[in-house]
């Protein structure tokens, strides 16, 4: 059987983005294999300890992408395939492309994020599924293969069910699907060794980015000083709550 | 440009990381990631029981840290000295302790058996001491001075038919209680140093552990007795004869401190840097104090120097020109500078400093022992004047 993750590389979580004219600008931030996809990856392995066969990566974004592509071939996955194209192209544009690649894979299994750590995208998956005409289980939090099938238990919005589903399918990772494992150093030295096959491509995206902005959340830094006199720094606290962050 | 760590990212001011490969960075998120999980949030507690976190010693070789740079076919993962480094560098940012157990058993167990043992020794125990299933410890100081080996080693292997008889005592060997194997230094009849791999379990071989330790806490000190004891010539690790055998895997080791230390001075500026922006007094935080800008400038200008020429002592080794003078700059500079670093970190951080719920005393504390082990910084000061003078001040 064969078992492809599709993956991303995004700013880590704990980086300090900058907008700089219009753009955001990642010059200063730590760029990682995106958590939701590490499921992903660490999904295909299993299966593949499981059910024998390959472990593929696949990746569509530009050429620094290729550190998260070694991230997760050191992890543990064979081989990768990284279509390579700089600058945006919109989720339904990247699944057109990805899929074309895929078809030619013919895997049993695609898994790939439920949600994207940069721009909070749910979409790929889905789109991928779509662009193949494959079924697509969202928030996967449990996989079992079984007779050409695949049992999934996944989340909904208040609650999960289990599902069974015909192969080839696509599914999307939930929080608790599994437990990565941390690239080891025998792990990242086979990695440099494994094959990435490069594919340029030239897609256009359907959307284009004009302007982007962060949302700035900054602490008011307002610091009570409740050792002279408790009882009137708790009445301050509590107008504050009350009048200023309007949360009581 | 990092001003301060955040997720993997390490501190890097001058961006150096750009100089180490794709797989020497993986190597540093991923073991950052893995310590941060496993051990940054227990370290407080170990260290304050006094105890080390011994369930982590198959993770430490499942990770591949267990003599990294041993080649594949012993069990090592074949890695860059700068790797090596970055992983000495991401265990000292959590302890000292920590660094020091996979500092004794890469470069002080590993290395020798390596470097000077026999096909058959290397094949025996190295793939068990990299996955952890064998800890080992180094025996080198003993009760009457750690300076001069040479000069204080009462500890000898008498030849007894076709092995050799071992007596002596040894003190403060890391790992000491836990070991299996011991690499013991010994003088032979002809007075000359040689190297023996004793098993823990020989019949006359006693470890003691030495309690009520302010330093190091989380890192198991033992005193090493051997009463007669017996081992075969085979225990003899035949590649190596004189001080230069000790010597040799103390360069090791040594050249693992240097990007060590900044690992801890990361942890202690990090913490430092935080609390002053949020600790107020006189109505502003300490932060936009001169004084207390001054301390935090001069520990992230001693880690980026440092940093440097941890960075460039990696190259030199791997290049196979690196002197052991040129790694007792590096040990002894970025040593002092991290405890310097320790000091001031604790002193920002006012009485909050002196508890274990904060990082930087437990490092201020361990690095008093990380200045003394492997050469104490002054004695890397002298061999630093004899290398640049020809004047030897030490004997
Ligand atoms: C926690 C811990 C773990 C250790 N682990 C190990 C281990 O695993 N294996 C091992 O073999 N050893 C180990 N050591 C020993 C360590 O290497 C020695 O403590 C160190 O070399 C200093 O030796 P000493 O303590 O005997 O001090 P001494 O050599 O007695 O020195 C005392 C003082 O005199 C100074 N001094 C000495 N000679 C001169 C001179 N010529 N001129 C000027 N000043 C001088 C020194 O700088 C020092 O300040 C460990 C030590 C500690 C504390």
Redesign the pocket.
């Known amino acids: 059987m064969k078992f492809v993750a599709v993956i991303r590389q995004v700013p880590d979580s704990e980086s300090r983005l900058k907008i700089d004219a219009g753009r955001v600008d990642l010059s200063s931030a730590t760029l990682i294999l995106d958590q939701m996809d590490e499921y992903a990856v660490e999904e295909v392995i299993r299966l593949q300890e499981k059910h024998g066969g390959e472990s593929v990566i696949v990746a569509l974004g530009p050429e620094r992408f290729e550190e998260a592509v070694r991230t997760a071939l050191a992890m543990g996955a064979d081989r990768a395939i990284h279509l390579v194209q700089e600058g945006y192209l919109d989720p339904i544009t990247q699944a057109e492309a990805l899929a074309e690649a895929l078809r030619a894979e013919a895997p049993d299994v695609v898994l790939t994020g439920g949600q994207q750590a940069d721009w909070d995208s749910q979409a790929l998956g889905p789109a991928i599924a779509e662009a193949l005409g494959w079924p697509v289980v969202t928030w996967t939090t449990a996989l079992e293969l079984e007779d050409g099938q695949a049992r999934a238990k996944h989340d909904l919005d208040e609650g999960a069910e289990v599902v069974r589903v015909s192969l080839p399918a696509v599914f999307t990772t939930q929080q608790g699907l599994n437990e990565p494992r941390y690239p080891t150093l025998p792990g990242i030295m086979k990695a440099k060794k494994k094959e990435i096959r490069k594919i340029p491509i030239s897609a256009a995206s359907k959307v284009e980015v004009l302007e982007q902005s962060i949302q700035e959340r900054s602490r008011l830094g307002k610091v009570l000083d409740g050792t002279k006199d408790p009882h009137a720094a708790a009445s301050e606290l509590i107008r504050l709550l009350h009048e200023e962050a309007k949360v009581i | 440009m990092v001003t301060t760590s955040s997720g993997t990212q390490m501190l890097d001011y001058l961006g150096l990381s750009e100089l180490f490969t794709p797989e020497e960075r993986e190597i540093q998120r991923s073991s950052r990631r893995f310590l941060d999980d496993v051990a940054l949030p227990y370290i407080g507690q170990w260290w304050e029981e006094g105890s080390f976190p011994t369930h982590l010693i198959r993770r430490f070789g499942e990770m591949g840290f267990l003599g990294p740079t041993i080649p594949a076919e012993y069990g090592g993962a074949g890695v860059s000295s700068a790797a090596y480094g970055l992983i000495a560098y991401e265990l000292e940012r959590v302890d000292s302790g920590l660094r020091s157990f996979c500092s004794?058993q890469s470069s002080?167990v590993m290395y020798p058996i390596y470097a000077f043992g026999s096909e058959e020794q290397k094949r025996e125990y190295l793939p068990k001491l990299a996955t952890g299933e064998l800890v080992g410890?180094?025996?080198?100081?003993e009760p009457d001075?750690?300076?001069?080996p040479d000069g204080n080693m009462k500890t000898r292997a008498r030849k007894d038919g076709d092995g050799y008889v071992l007596t002596g005592t040894?003190m403060?060997?890391?790992n000491g209680n836990l070991a299996h194997i011991a690499i013991v230094w010994a003088k032979d009849d002809g007075g000359v140093v040689r190297g023996f791999i004793v098993p823990t379990d020989t019949p006359g071989f006693k470890a003691n552990e030495v309690r009520h330790k302010a330093?190091?806490r989380a890192?198991v000190?033992s005193e090493l007795v051997l009463e007669d004891v017996r081992v075969p010539a085979s225990a003899v690790l035949p590649g190596v004869k004189g001080l230069k055998g000790p010597l040799s895997c103390l360069t090791q080791a040594r050249f693992g401190i240097a990007w060590g230390a900044l690992g801890a001075l990361e942890a202690v500026y990090t913490e430092a840097l935080a609390f002053s922006q949020t600790r107020t007094t006189f109505g502003k935080p300490i932060g936009s104090r001169q004084l207390v800008q001054e301390k935090l400038v001069r520990m992230l200008s001693d880690h980026t120097k440092g940093l440097l020429v941890a960075w460039r002592l990696a190259q030199l080794k791997d290049a196979g020109k690196l002197r052991p003078q040129q790694v007792s700059l590096g040990k002894r500079d970025n040593v002092r500078a991290a405890l310097n670093a320790a000091r001031s970190a604790r002193e920002i951080l006012g009485g909050s400093g002196i508890t274990l719920e904060y990082h930087s005393i437990r490092h201020m504390l361990n690095l008093e022992?990380v200045d003394?082990?492997?050469?104490?910084h002054?004695?890397h000061t002298?061999i630093l004047g004899r290398d640049i003078t020809g004047l030897n001040a030490?004997e």
């Open positions: 004794v002080l410890c180094f025996g080198l100081t001075g750690g300076s001069d040894k403060w060997i890391t330093s190091l890192s000190t022992t003394t082990y492997e050469g104490t002054d004695i002298l030490l």
